[in-house]
Each structure stands twice: as C-alpha cells, then as structure tokens.
T-cell receptor, first 110, second 114 residues
Framework: SQTIHQWPATLVQPVGSPLSLECTVEGTSNPNLYWYRQAAGRGLQLLFYSVGIGQISSEVPQNLSASRPQDRQFILSSKKLLLSDSGFYLC?????????FGPGTRLTVT | AQSVAQPEDQVNVAEGNPLTVKCTYS??????LFWYVQYPNRGLQFLLK??????LVKGSYGFEAEFNKSQTSFHLKKPSALVSDSALYFC????????????FGPGTRLSVLP
C-alpha cells in the first residue's frame, strides 16, 4: 500500500531564516506530487505541483520554491522566511482519481 | 475554469440527527467529485468520490453523497451524526479534461453536539 510522509511535523523558525520541508511517498512510482498551504484551519492554497523529477509548476508567485530531486521526494524551500509564511503545509500525491495527503507540517514564523 | 462552493461556513447538528454538508461546483465537461475530512492538526482524509455511474455514492464512516447533475451539487450526508464526526469537511472537483489538479472548496466546519 502507498504511504506519504512529511517532516518535520512542527517547526518554529525566525523571520529571515531558511526553510526545508520534505515529503516522500512510498508504494507508488512517478506520482504527481503537490504542496498546499492551509492558513488558519481553513481553505487550501495550491503552491506547487510536479509531474516528474525536476518538473515543477508554481501556482502562486511567492517566497517559496519547490524541487523534486527523486521520483518520490518533493521538497519545499525558502531562502528567507516571512511572517506570512506561517501555516500548515500539506503534501499530497495523486492516485488515479483522488489525491492522498500527508500528515502535514505546522510552520510558525516568529 | 473549475470552482467549488460550500455555502455554509459552519453546520451544527445534534448527535443522532441526520447531517448534510452542501457543495456545488462548476466545471466544463464531466466532473470528478470528492469529499475529504480534516481533524485538527491532521492531513485531509479521503471520504468518498463520484466518478461515474450511480448518483448516490457511499464512503467511509457511514457517509454518503448524492451527485445531482442538473443542480451541479454533491452534498455530503449521514443518517445519524456522531460527536466524533465533528471536523472540517472539504469538497473538491476535478474536471475530466483538467489533468489531476483539484479545486477545493473553502471548507465547512461541522459541529455535532451531544
């Protein structure tokens, strides 16, 4: 069966510091992968998606970037965090129809 | 373009009563429709989907949803609510001609009162 992991689970970082969030998927190959951000326990904002290694599409121009160095690894990064980057970050992979979500990373920028 | 509306920010229901969480959508072509549930500080859990066929689909934890093409709706229902159903619910749509990217609704917070 397929599983999706995210780490860290929680992170507190000062403004201006770098960020790296990691997402890995097991039990499937060449999945479409997604990064979402959820603010204040509400709606989801699609940040990036990837259809393969090295292929990244950005949905919203912002302070963040994404990379896919391996088939089942998706990384969200920032060189300098802003207060507005705080939120709950969710990684997902696409099955034939539905998407499956990881447990999320709670990021607080102080 | 695709869009999803969940007209109610909050739904309150007494335990044991039936519940309905509403969703309407807009998409070109045939829709693929989904419901997810999210508990605090957790990822989204898949509940059910409509792809084709029977308009009434059954999913996890006793939930079901009815696809209504003429009203472009996909309301989530459960005959008897449990306190443990209290959570945030998301409806999502994916048009068959739009690849695998979803559009999510803004979410509806369900509170089941004991």
């Amino acid at each position: 069966s397929q599983t999706i992991h995210q780490w860290p689970a929680t992170l507190v970082q000062p403004v201006g510091s770098p960020l790296s969030l990691e997402c890995t998927v097991e039990g499937t190959s060449n999945p479409n992968l997604y990064w979402y951000r959820q603010a204040a326990g509400r709606g989801l904002q699609l940040l990036f998606y990837s259809v393969g290694i090295g292929q990244i599409s950005s949905e919203v121009p912002q302070n963040l970037s994404a990379s896919r160095p391996q088939d089942r690894q998706f990384i969200l990064s920032s060189k300098k965090l802003l207060l507005s980057d705080s939120g709950f970050y969710l990684c997902a992979w696409a099955g034939i129809y539905e998407q499956y979500f990881g447990p999320g990373t709670r990021l607080t920028v102080t | 373009a695709q869009s999803v509306a969940q007209p109610e920010d909050q739904v309150n229901v007494a335990e044991g009563n039936p519940l309905t969480v509403k969703c309407t959508y807009s998409v070109s072509g045939n829709p693929y429709l989904f419901w997810y549930v999210q508990y605090p500080n957790r990822g989204l859990q898949f509940l059910l989907k409509y792809i084709t066929g029977d308009n009434l689909v059954k999913g996890s934890y006793g939930f079901e949803a009815e696809f209504n093409k003429s009203q472009t709706s996909f309301h989530l229902k459960k005959p008897s609510a449990l306190v443990s159903d209290s959570a945030l619910y998301f409806c999502a749509v994916r048009g068959e001609n739009y690849g695998q990217n979803f559009v999510f609704g803004p979410g509806t917070r369900l509170s089941v009162l004991p």
